[in-house]
């Protein structure tokens, strides 16, 4: 009896883990965000000024729905958000400067230096 408990709490902890890992569920670490590989950025990108950064990442990632950071950081910090107009993104701690701020569909992108 005990043997057969045992097997059915592994089975059961085998099936809650692949389903967790299946649908990315794992819990993050708190000040990391995560990243998505996708295609290499347009060749704009890497000569464009932070506003036209914010704007291209913002229409890439509304059009491919996806919700992570992609490329390369833009300027000191980044952060992106998804929702109507004016939504919340991740803000940095110290005092930086707002150089860009896009909003493409349900995506907010916004830079700092």
């Given at each position: 009896?005990?043997?057969?408990?045992?097997?059915?709490?592994?089975?059961?902890?085998?099936?809650?883990?692949?389903?967790?890992?299946?649908?990315?569920?794992?819990?993050?670490?708190?000040?990391?965000?995560?990243?998505?590989?996708?295609?290499?950025?347009?060749?704009?990108?890497h000569?464009?000024?932070?506003?036209?950064?914010?704007?291209?990442?913002?229409?890439?990632?509304?059009?491919?729905?996806?919700?992570?950071?992609?490329?390369?950081?833009?300027?000191?910090?980044?952060?992106w958000?998804?929702?109507?107009?004016?939504?919340?993104?991740?803000?940095?701690?110290?005092?930086?400067?707002?150089?860009?701020?896009?909003?493409v569909?349900?995506?907010?992108?916004?830079?700092?230096?």
């Amino acid at each position: 009896m005990r043997k057969m408990l045992v097997m059915l709490v592994v089975v059961m902890l085998w099936s809650i883990c692949s389903d967790v890992s299946a649908r990315g569920w794992r819990r993050r670490s708190r000040y990391r965000s995560r990243s998505v590989s996708v295609g290499s950025a347009p060749a704009e990108y890497h000569t464009a000024n932070d506003q036209r950064k914010c704007e291209l990442e913002a229409a890439y990632m509304n059009t491919h729905g996806i919700r992570a950071h992609i490329w390369s950081n833009i300027g000191n910090y980044e952060g992106w958000g998804w929702g109507g107009p004016g939504c919340a993104t991740c803000t940095p701690r110290r005092g930086m400067r707002l150089t860009g701020d896009a909003h493409v569909g349900s995506i907010r992108v916004r830079s700092w230096r």
